[in-house]
């Protein structure tokens, strides 16, 4: 792709939207959820595919205006590269990576958030320290779902404690934007860490919606390969003839930098606990 070209050389154009089945089938949603939330929830629902991929799939036929913008904000069917005078003006501008004003190495001091999180504890304890601070209000991230702990769920935080517990990784599918619309209207600073995808859907609706750069203050983002597939998962269950239901806890990364996949069963059954790699995993029945 041509990194010098504009947000409007790549926009679809407004006479022609595609469905969101034609997006899906396209393979160009990734599952942020941010249709859903432009469209309502009543008229838009993610489901979990047979391949393990949370995609939208709507109600009843959406409205021509409304498919014009999730046009607009599809990370899928809008994506641009950064503005010329950008890439004039940056220190640094990579072919791949685009302007760079500075490149840092660093992690969280404190050292339970260091090992607790998967990668230094960076994003964690930025989080934190946007909070603490009263620089932003509560931050926008993903977490283990505390009912079924393989899958995960958008949070919202308050506070550090619960910044923590959505530190370390999750390989799966995760809607953070589904009620985007929702966390616009409270009106209130907030910071949002998600993939690169779902912050690539936030710009694209700050062109449209004042109310992005307006109470989002802080948007970070981590090093993606691509969303994996919970069915991945479910082969790491299948290795110890395990069943979804039965787990108390599911830690992709984490406890150490990467740290190991933790699987723990729930007490109410002969508890079992699997720990290490995920090519190699150790039990303990």
Same mark, same amino acid.
């Given at each position: 792709?041509?990194?010098?070209?504009?947000?409007?050389?790549?926009?679809?154009?407004?006479?022609?939207?595609?469905?969101?089945?034609?997006?899906?089938?396209?393979?160009?949603?990734?599952?942020?959820?941010?249709?859903?939330?432009?469209?309502?929830?009543? #008229?838009?629902?993610?489901?979990?595919?047979?391949?393990?991929?949370? =995609?939208?799939?709507?109600?009843?036929?959406?409205?021509?205006?409304?498919?014009?913008?999730?046009?607009?904000?599809?990370?899928?069917?809008?994506?641009?590269?950064?503005?010329?005078?950008?890439?004039?003006?940056?220190?640094?501008?990579?072919?791949?990576?685009?302007?760079?004003?500075?490149?840092?190495?660093?992690?969280?001091?404190?050292?339970?958030? =260091? *090992?607790?999180?998967?990668?230094?504890?960076?994003?964690? %304890? /930025?989080?934190? *320290?946007?909070?603490?601070?009263?620089?932003?209000?509560?931050?926008?991230?993903?977490? %283990?779902?505390? %009912? #079924?702990?393989?899958?995960? #769920?958008?949070? /919202?935080?308050?506070?550090? $404690?619960?910044?923590?517990?959505?530190?370390?990784?999750?390989?799966?599918?995760? $809607?953070?934007?589904?009620?985007?619309?929702?966390?616009?209207?409270?009106? +209130?600073? *907030?910071?949002?860490?998600?993939?690169?995808?779902?912050?690539?859907?936030?710009?694209?609706? %700050?062109?449209?919606?004042?109310?992005?750069?307006?109470?989002? =203050?802080? $948007?970070?983002?981590?090093?993606?390969?691509?969303?994996?597939?919970?069915?991945?998962? +479910?082969?790491?269950?299948?290795?110890?003839?395990?069943?979804?239901?039965?787990?108390?806890?599911?830690?992709? =990364?984490?406890?150490?930098?990467?740290?190991?996949?933790?699987? +723990?069963?729930?007490?109410?059954?002969?508890?079992?606990?699997?720990?290490?790699?995920?090519?190699?995993?150790?039990?303990?029945?």
């Amino acid at each position: 792709m041509d990194l010098t070209q504009t947000s409007q050389d790549t926009a679809p154009r407004a006479t022609d939207p595609l469905s969101l089945s034609e997006i899906v089938v396209n393979g160009l949603c990734i599952g942020c959820g941010l249709c859903r939330s432009t469209a309502g929830a009543g #008229e838009v629902e993610m489901v979990m595919t047979p391949v393990g991929r949370e =995609r939208p799939v709507a109600k009843k036929p959406l409205d021509r205006s409304t498919l014009i913008r999730i046009n607009a904000v599809c990370p899928g069917t809008r994506i641009a590269g950064p503005p010329p005078a950008q890439l004039r003006e940056a220190r640094l501008a990579d072919p791949v990576w685009g302007p760079v004003e500075r490149l840092v190495l660093g992690r969280a001091t404190d050292p339970t958030v =260091r *090992f607790v999180g998967s990668g230094g504890g960076t994003l964690t %304890a /930025l989080g934190q *320290f946007l909070l603490n601070s009263g620089r932003a209000k509560f931050v926008l991230h993903v977490a %283990a779902s505390r %009912a #079924e702990p393989m899958r995960t #769920e958008r949070r /919202l935080s308050f506070d550090a $404690a619960s910044v923590l517990e959505g530190a370390g990784s999750r390989y799966g599918p995760a $809607a953070t934007l589904v009620d985007f619309n929702d966390i616009l209207d409270r009106g +209130e600073p *907030f910071a949002l860490i998600a993939k690169p995808c779902d912050i690539t859907a936030v710009r694209n609706l %700050a062109r449209i919606d004042p109310r992005v750069d307006r109470h989002m =203050r802080y $948007a970070l983002a981590f090093v993606c390969g691509g969303a994996s597939d919970l069915t991945k998962s +479910e082969q790491v269950l299948q290795r110890f003839g395990l069943r979804e239901d039965e787990l108390s806890l599911f830690r992709y =990364r984490g406890h150490g930098n990467p740290g190991p996949n933790r699987i +723990e069963t729930r007490t109410a059954a002969p508890s079992r606990s699997a720990t290490g790699s995920y090519g190699r995993t150790r039990t303990n029945g």
